[in-house]
T-cell receptor, first 112, second 116 residues
Framework: DAKTTQPNSMESNEEEPVHLPCNHS???????IHWYRQLPSQGPEYVIHGLTSNVNNRMASLAIAEDRKSSTLILHRATLRDAAVYYCILRAQGGSNYKLTFGKGTLLTVNP | GAVVSQHPSWVICKSGTSVKIECRSL??????MFWYRQFPKQSLMLMAT?????????EQGVEKDKFLINHASLTLSTLTVTSAHPEDSSFYIC????????????FGPGTRLTVL
C-alpha cells in the first residue's frame, strides 16, 4: 500500500479553521484518499474521501493537490468534539483489496 | 451514515477462557467485514477480513486457530478469542464495507477485552 505521512500532532482553538496535511508522494492513479477520525475509546469514523477534485461534505472539506501527492483535510470551525486522531489513508478502488491500512495519524487537540 | 454495532462493549475474563465478540451491520448488508485490534496509544492493526459464507483471510502473524471468525450472515460477524491470555487484552474493533458509490467502511464502537 502507498504510504502517507502526517504530523504527529496539531493544536487548534475552538471555532477556528483547522488544516490537517497529508503527504502521499507515491500515490498511484487508482488510489482514493480517505480520511477517518477516531475519538478516544471509540471506533474510527468516516470523514471524507476523494480522488482528484476537492470534496465537501457536512463534516469537512478535502483539498487535493493538482499532482495528488498531498492533500489537506479542512475543518471549517473546530469544536471540542473534533478532538481526535485523524487518519489519512490511501486505498485502491476496484479489485478485491478493500483493506484500510492505518498509520499513526495526527492527534488534534482543540483548545477552548 | 451506516451503523455498525458491537457486543459486548467491554468484557473481563479469566485467563484460559474464550470470549466471543459480535459485530452487526444494523441498516445495511455487509458481504465483507474486517476485524482490527488496537493496543493503548497505538494505531489500528488489521487482523482479518471476513467474507460472508467463506473462510476469513488472516493477516500475517495472526493465529487463525486462536482468533476464530465466523461470518454466517450478511449482517453478523463474530470474533472468538480462544484460550485468552493477558497479552490478548486489547481494544477490538470491527468494520463493515458498504457497496454504495462511496464504498467506505463503517466501524463499530469497539470492544474492550481485559484478560486477568
Amino acid at each position: 500500500d502507498a504510504k502517507t505521512t502526517q504530523p504527529n500532532s496539531m493544536e487548534s482553538n475552538e471555532e477556528e479553521p483547522v488544516h490537517l496535511p497529508c503527504n502521499h508522494s507515491t500515490i498511484s492513479g487508482t488510489d482514493y484518499i480517505h480520511w477517518y477520525r477516531q475519538l478516544p475509546s471509540q471506533g474510527p469514523e468516516y470523514v471524507i474521501h476523494g480522488l482528484t477534485s476537492n470534496v465537501n461534505n457536512r463534516m469537512a472539506s478535502l483539498a487535493i493537490a493538482e499532482d495528488r501527492k498531498s492533500s489537506t483535510l479542512i475543518l471549517h470551525r473546530a469544536t471540542l468534539r473534533d478532538a481526535a486522531v485523524y487518519y489519512c489513508i490511501l486505498r485502491a478502488q476496484g479489485g478485491s483489496n478493500y483493506k484500510l491500512t492505518f498509520g499513526k495519524g495526527t492527534l488534534l487537540t482543540v483548545n477552548p | 451514515g451506516a451503523v455498525v454495532s458491537q457486543h459486548p462493549s467491554w468484557v473481563i475474563c479469566k485467563s484460559g477462557t474464550s470470549v466471543k465478540i459480535e459485530c452487526r451491520s444494523l441498516d445495511f448488508q455487509a458481504t465483507t467485514m474486517f476485524w482490527y485490534r488496537q493496543f493503548p496509544k497505538q494505531s489500528l492493526m488489521l487482523m482479518a477480513t471476513s467474507n460472508e459464507g467463506s473462510k476469513a483471510t488472516y493477516e500475517q502473524g495472526v493465529e487463525k486457530d486462536k482468533f476464530l471468525i465466523n461470518h454466517a450472515s450478511l449482517t453478523l460477524s463474530t470474533l472468538t478469542v480462544t484460550s485468552a491470555h493477558p497479552e490478548d487484552s486489547s481494544f477490538y474493533i470491527c468494520s463493515a464495507r458498504t457497496h454504495t458509490s462511496t464504498d467506505t467502511q463503517y466501524f463499530g464502537p469497539g470492544t474492550r477485552l481485559t484478560v486477568l
